[in-house]
């Protein structure tokens, strides 16, 4: 059962822009360190970016660095992915994933996450 609700994701073209927002119900978002990771089909998983809790330590995976950022507003208990200038190969579905984690560290690995979303699709044609 999803934990983590994510939006925003849909039909785009190739140069255009999307915006994922991952949510929390009824968690202090502020306690995890959050990432967003991809999965296209017939391929691996692929971690897109993370965030600390604090928002001080960020990872942006080398394929979408400088076109993707990650970013979170802890009043409103979400984590946002803003995509620029996508690519047809950015075509996935993504998801979200939290680590409640006792100290400011970036959380990277698929097994340490604790909740994820039912993930959102993303499709860019070019």
């Known amino acids: 059962q999803a934990q983590l609700v994510e939006s925003g994701g849909g039909l785009a073209q190739a140069g255009d822009s999307l915006r994922l927002s991952c949510a929390a119900p009824g968690r202090i978002f502020s306690r995890y360190a959050v990432a967003w990771f991809r999965q296209a089909p017939g391929q691996d998983r692929e971690l897109v970016a993370a965030?600390?809790?604090?928002?001080?330590?960020?990872r942006i995976a080398d394929s979408v660095k400088g076109r993707f950022t990650i970013s979170r507003d802890d009043g409103k208990n979400t984590v946002d992915l803003q995509m620029n200038s996508l690519k047809p190969e950015d075509t996935a579905s993504y998801s979200c994933a939290a680590a409640f984690v006792a100290w400011d560290i970036l959380v990277t690995s698929p097994h340490e996450f604790d909740i994820w979303g039912q993930g959102t699709q993303v499709t860019v044609s070019s």
């Open positions: 965030i600390s809790r604090s928002g001080n330590s960020i």
